[in-house]
């Protein structure tokens, strides 16, 4: 199921520019050329993140976001042309979460859209909220107990399940065959260690593009397994200031 992102940018150049490039990464873009009219798009349809120019004609920018985050908790990302200290400290106040300051690089931009709503996405988990944790090709609903395909649930063993649940819920720690039986299947299963490598196995084949190279459910050799997340793949690489 594809995310939605609504792109507000009045300069067509750039709006065009920024959401080719996030369709190319898989998103689904709404855009708008002004305040008002982000306001009627997202008004009629909610995006999974808002990416906001500062700067627009009708209604600033600051508006806009101060409007949006009235109606809704979703993450805003705010593009400045202006790279003043005062403008990112009201931005941020007015319930912006992050911001990018022009020219920024397209991958930068990409790394904080993804943590953005990586932390979205886990406040959702957190709160019980029933949102989706994308592991690679896969969707984890954690409520539900359901691993989906875009928005298809696909047959999963319990254990399988719950193995990738313990992942996403601790992503980026490493944890010993040991431990993921311990926490996973509940009680001391020594020397049955190869459980836990079917398991990560077969779980490789449903979430990987590549199983044999697996960039999601790696093995930390010597030691164990750990779930990687796009934002911990591609972590923003901000210049200084
Ligand atoms: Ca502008």
Redesign the pocket.
């Known amino acids: 199921m594809a995310r939605t992102i609504l792109l507000v940018?009045?300069?067509p150049t750039l709006r065009e520019t920024l959401a080719g490039n996030f369709e190319r990464d898989g998103f689904r873009v709404l855009t708008a050329a002004g305040g008002q009219e982000a306001l009627r798009r997202f008004r009629a349809e909610p995006s999974d993140l808002v990416l906001l120019?500062?700067?627009?004609?009708d209604l600033p920018g600051l508006d806009v976001c101060r409007i949006i985050r009235r109606e809704s908790d979703v993450p805003i990302l705010m593009l400045t042309?202006r790279d003043s200290e005062i403008d990112k400290v009201v931005g941020l106040e007015l319930g912006a979460d992050d911001y990018v300051t022009k020219p920024f690089s397209l991958r930068e931009l990409l790394a904080r859209v993804h943590a953005l709503l990586r932390r979205a996405e886990q406040r959702a988990l957190e709160s019980g909220a029933g949102a989706l944790a994308t592991v690679g090709r896969v969707q984890v609903d954690l409520a539900g107990h359901r691993l989906l395909r875009d928005g298809v649930p696909l047959a999963v063993k319990p254990k399988a399940f719950e193995l990738l649940a313990f992942l996403v819920r601790h992503a980026g720690q490493v944890f010993t065959r040991e431990q993921l039986l311990e926490h996973v299947w509940g009680y001391d299963y020594a020397g049955e260690t190869r459980t836990v490598d079917v398991h990560v196995h077969w779980l490789r084949r449903e979430i990987e593009e590549d199983p044999g190279a697996p960039i999601h459910l790696q093995t930390v050799r010597g030691t164990g397994y750990v779930l990687r997340r796009p934002a911990e793949e591609r972590p923003a690489a901000r210049a200084e200031g």
Do not use: C, R
């Open positions: 940018e009045d300069e120019d500062l700067m627009l004609p042309a």
